[in-house]
T-cell receptor, first 116, second 112 residues
Framework: EPEVTQTPSHQVTQMGQEVILRCVPI?????FYWYRQILGQKVEFLVS????????KSEIFDDQFSVERPDGSNFTLKIRSTKLEDSAMYFC??????????????FGAGSRLTVL | DAKTTQPNSMESNEEEPVHLPCNHS???????IHWYRQLPSQGPEYVIH???SNVNNRMASLAIAEDRKSSTLILHRATLRDAAVYYC?????????????FGKGTLLTVNP
């Protein structure tokens, strides 16, 4: 079964450092997403990406965050200057992008970010 | 996004059926009902979805009320592996983005 692959599985960084989280979505999918989940809290939407541009972003996704699809397979989330409150699980997801509410998102296993 | 209401937690015994309820009284005619689950330390996982008719797949069944204001996810024989948080989410077919908005979900505990 096709999978969404995320790397690294766990990253520890110092406050103020830049972090890049990587995702390989399912190959024929057109919509890509990043979500995050702070320990013990809800899964929160960060950003969606379609046709090489951001289609929607949440209030969480401020200027410190950026996304990129640098080639035909990877989808990255960059945090420019990490803060303690950025510590969370970050999930990448993708879907086929059919025009239908029946669209199913496939999520990766997540990247745990710990900011010290 | 139309809202859903789920119990915070439910408990079941292994090999017994589990009925997880969801209320969505403000559902619109073009909202699909989706269920996802999140196993411990994993990403959310699609379970099932439907619009008006009941649906079955290899993981579960979805029973949708006639007025569509509520639905029930049915796990026919719970296993320990089904212990997870289950999310009931509405997804509008008129949207162009199809992002999922997660609530707190129902934490299902399965007793051996």
């Amino acid at each position: 079964e096709p999978e969404v692959t995320q790397t690294p599985s766990h990253q520890v960084t110092q406050m103020g450092q830049e972090v890049i989280l990587r995702c390989v979505p399912i190959s024929n999918h057109l919509y890509f997403y990043w979500y995050r989940q702070i320990l013990g809290q809800k899964v929160e939407f960060l950003v969606s990406f379609y046709n090489n541009e951001i289609s929607e972003k949440s209030e969480i996704f401020d200027d410190q965050f950026s996304v990129e699809r640098p080639d035909g397979s990877n989808f990255t989330l960059k945090i420019r200057s990490t803060k303690l409150e950025d510590s969370a699980m970050y999930f990448c997801a993708s879907n086929e992008g059919r025009i239908s509410g029946a669209n199913v998102l496939t999520f990766g296993a997540g990247s745990r970010l710990t900011v010290l | 996004d139309a809202k859903t209401t789920q119990p915070n937690s439910m408990e079941s015994n292994e090999e017994e059926p589990v009925h997880l309820p969801c209320n969505h009284s403000t559902i619109s005619g073009t909202d699909y009902i989706h269920w996802y689950r999140q196993l411990p330390s994993q990403g959310p996982e699609y379970v099932i979805h439907g619009l008006t008719s009941n649906v079955n797949n290899r993981m579960a069944s979805l029973a949708i009320a006639e007025d569509r204001k509520s639905s029930t996810l049915i796990l026919h024989r719970a296993t320990l592996r089904d212990a997870a948080v289950y999310y009931c989410i509405l997804l509008n077919s008129g949207g162009s983005n199809y992002k999922l908005t997660f609530g707190k979900g129902t934490l299902l505990t399965v007793n051996p």
